[in-house]
């Protein structure tokens, strides 16, 4: 079946660094990755939607140069946690997708900021 | 806001059928209904998707009511590793997840 990897899987860094997270589909070109976040004991939020060399589309209340993300391949999409401080502390999770057919999700990043 | 509405949890004894309902009243016509899993401390995991006729795979069975208006998954045995949070879910724009709390499922021994 479709695999998504993510990494780091785990993360631990001091306030005001920038955190990378990429993730990577290892079997199929993925036409649209998506990237959540989930706070503790609550659902996924979609906080944005990235096609291959095209800007990413932000939901609303997502800071954009907060949260950097690149999709350069079909393959490949990151995120970058800028400047980050302990309310970005979260897990982060990642989907990709084909054109009409299902997401499928990486295992997840948790974002511990101290 | 989901487009779907879940009861929060349910129980489920370990080798019986677990079947998780779904409402999605608001559903129009070319929209798929999916369904993910997510273990603890996991990403969801894709179970199974269906437009309007009833599917099945490995994992799970679902049917969908004639009028499309609600969905039941169905898992034929359930095991311990089966408890997770299931998510019913109607994409938005044709792509976009919203998650809801979905269904709490605990398979009991």
């Known amino acids: 079946g479709a695999v998504v990897s993510q990494h780091p899987s785990w993360v631990i860094c001091k306030s005001g660094t920038s955190v990378k997270i990429e993730c990577r589909s290892l079997?199929?070109?993925?036409?649209?990755m998506f990237w959540y976040r989930q706070f503790p004991k609550q659902s996924l939020m979609l906080m944005a939607t990235?096609?291959?060399?095209?800007?990413?589309?932000?939901e609303q209340g997502v800071e954009k140069d907060k949260f950097l993300i690149n999709h350069a391949s079909l393959t490949l999409s990151t995120l970058t946690v800028t400047s980050a401080h302990p309310e970005d502390s979260s897990f982060y999770i990642c989907?990709?997708?084909?054109?009409?057919?299902?997401?499928?999700f990486g295992d997840g990043t948790r974002l511990s900021i101290l | 806001d989901a487009k779907t509405t879940q009861p929060p949890s349910m129980d489920c004894a370990e080798g019986r059928a677990a079947n998780l309902p779904c409402n999605h009243s608001?559903?129009?016509?070319?929209?798929?209904v999916y369904w993910y899993r997510q273990i603890h401390s996991q990403g969801p995991q894709y179970i199974i998707h269906?437009?309007?006729n009833n599917e099945t795979n490995e994992m799970a069975s679902l049917i969908i009511t004639e009028d499309r208006k609600s969905s039941t998954l169905i898992l034929p045995h359930a095991t311990l590793r089966d408890t997770a949070v299931y998510y019913c879910?109607?994409?938005?724009?044709?792509?976009?997840?919203?998650f809801g709390p979905g269904t709490r499922l605990s398979v009991l021994p």
């Open positions: 989907s990709a997708s084909r054109t009409g057919q299902p997401q499928h």
């Open positions: 079997d199929f070109q993925a036409t649209t």
């Open positions: 990235s096609n291959e060399g095209s800007k990413a589309t932000y």
């Open positions: 608001t559903i129009s016509g070319n929209e798929y």
């Open positions: 269906g437009l309007k």
């Open positions: 879910i109607l994409p938005f724009y044709g792509q976009n997840f919203v």
